[in-house]
């Protein structure tokens, strides 16, 4: 059949591809999209600082090669103070790019929109640190095993420590696509060398929330998930790993580390 001369298969055609393109989405300077978040009523709204795989307010470092999957953005501190990845600024643009970056580079000296959206996305992320640290619903597994995370197999729930934290041997989250985890810690979280935080079941890496009111600091090779949120500053060891999203209110430190969103 055909409607003024074209076919009815030819403007089909045309409406799956104008819908396709209509469908993408972006962090809203030309960035890649936000990825997968968290959306029960159980999570932790990450808002707009979930266009991110990388934020940090003073400083992003790094030892290459790395390879980061998803956007990073600082502020209010400028591109000066991200160092080890070769930025490529192209004149008047709002991101920056980098070889070993899948997805755009944003700080505030750069073109609008981009200082107005990080002011926003920085204080989403502050938002979240505090949403998480006040959960208090379930009521909260308080100082597991002492504040050593190592050997566990871990249902979804609150857990809460006064202390440091340290994993010493690996850790199992076991639940399914829709549970959701939330670590309140006072202190520092340690992860030793070579251990892995283990998701069984189902369990999806964008409903586990890591909310330290010190520094987070990941060995060499270990592989950290879920959603790290640090009141200070966040350093991951040589060739290590994090399938989530790593979130500084100082510095974000890496070394040939691969960070992949969600």
């Given at each position: 059949m055909k409607i003024k001369g074209y076919s009815i298969w030819f403007m089909a055609?045309?409406?799956v591809v104008f819908m396709g393109g209509c469908g993408s989405s972006s962090s809203?300077?030309?960035g890649s999209s936000a990825g997968a978040v968290c959306t029960g009523s159980s999570c932790v709204s990450l808002g707009t600082a979930a266009n991110y795989a990388i934020l940090a307010q003073t400083g992003i470092t790094n030892v290459p090669t790395s390879k980061v999957t998803g956007n990073m953005g600082i502020s209010p501190n400028t591109s000066a103070a991200i160092a080890g990845f070769a930025l490529n600024l192209p004149a008047g643009s709002s991101f920056s790019t980098s070889a070993q970056v899948t997805g755009d580079i944003y700080a505030p000296d750069y073109a609008p929109p981009t200082p107005a959206n990080l002011t926003t996305a920085i204080s989403d992320m502050q938002t979240a640190y505090t949403t998480a640290a006040g959960r208090t619903v379930p009521a909260p597994v308080l100082n597991l095993n002492g504040g050593s995370m190592g050997g566990q197999t871990?249902?979804?729930g609150i857990y809460k420590w006064t202390t440091n934290v340290t994993i010493p041997t690996d850790v199992t989250l076991s639940g399914n696509a829709s549970d959701v985890w939330i670590f309140q810690i006072a202190g520092n979280l340690t992860q030793a060398s070579a251990t892995k935080v283990i998701l069984s079941g189902g369990a999806h890496p964008e409903n586990i929330f890591?909310?330290?009111?010190?520094?987070v600091t990941v060995g060499t090779t270990a592989q950290m998930?879920?959603?790290v949120m640090s009141q200070t500053a966040i350093t991951m060891g040589n060739s290590s790993s994090v399938n989530g999203r790593l979130?500084?209110?100082s510095a974000v430190n890496i070394d040939t580390t691969t960070v992949t969103q969600p």
């Open positions: 055609s045309l409406l809203g300077g030309g871990l249902a979804p890591w909310q330290v009111a010190s520094g998930k879920g959603i979130f500084a209110q």
